[in-house]
């Protein structure tokens, strides 16, 4: 991939403020900068450049959603007839990732649910759903990894 103008190269050290704030959003530059052994005036300067330039856009609270009780994490595959469709699964409390795909379906969504029950009348909603053409849902039987923000490697690994 080639750097535009909004593009921002990242350090090492630009890696290393980054892989500490994702860790923990709430440390302040002063616990960065002990992690990372960067002064901190530099690490506050970096998270100041990052925000600025949209690398990070904004903190926000990681849920265990096992831990309130959405025991059930599901994914859908949905082709539809308008974005309707899509609005409507968009504005859906119990999904918490919607990607509009290439391929034969036109969108994956993620939900999380409280039970079988719960899931089947989403699921129930949707294929009833005229704007709907075609349903895949898939149980996920256990989560090896969700939601977690990485710093990309610039490549040359």
């Known amino acids: 991939m080639t750097p535009t103008d909004s593009d921002v190269a990242l350090s090492d050290d630009d890696r290393a403020v980054l892989d500490a704030?994702?860790?923990?959003?709430?440390?302040?530059?002063?616990?960065?900068?002990a992690e990372t052994g960067i002064a901190a005036d530099r690490v506050e300067a970096k998270l100041e450049r990052f925000e600025d330039a949209g690398?990070?856009?904004?903190?926000?609270?990681?849920?265990?959603?096992?831990?309130?009780?959405?025991?059930?994490?599901?994914?859908?595959?949905?082709s539809v007839a308008d974005e309707s469709a899509l609005d409507r699964l968009r504005d859906q409390p119990r999904v918490v990732a919607l990607y509009a795909v290439t391929g034969g379906d036109d969108a994956v969504a993620v939900g999380k649910f409280e039970d079988t029950d719960a899931l089947n009348a989403v699921a129930t909603e949707l294929l009833t759903d005229d704007a709907v053409r075609s349903l895949t849902v898939t149980v996920v039987r256990d989560v090896l990894r969700e939601f977690e923000p990485t710093v990309p490697d610039d490549g040359s690994s």
């Open 21 to 33: 704030r994702i860790r923990d959003a709430r440390a302040d530059a002063e616990a960065i900068a």
């Open 55 to 78: 690398v990070i856009d904004g903190y926000t609270a990681r849920l265990d959603y096992g831990a309130l009780g959405y025991d059930v994490t599901a994914l859908f595959r949905v």
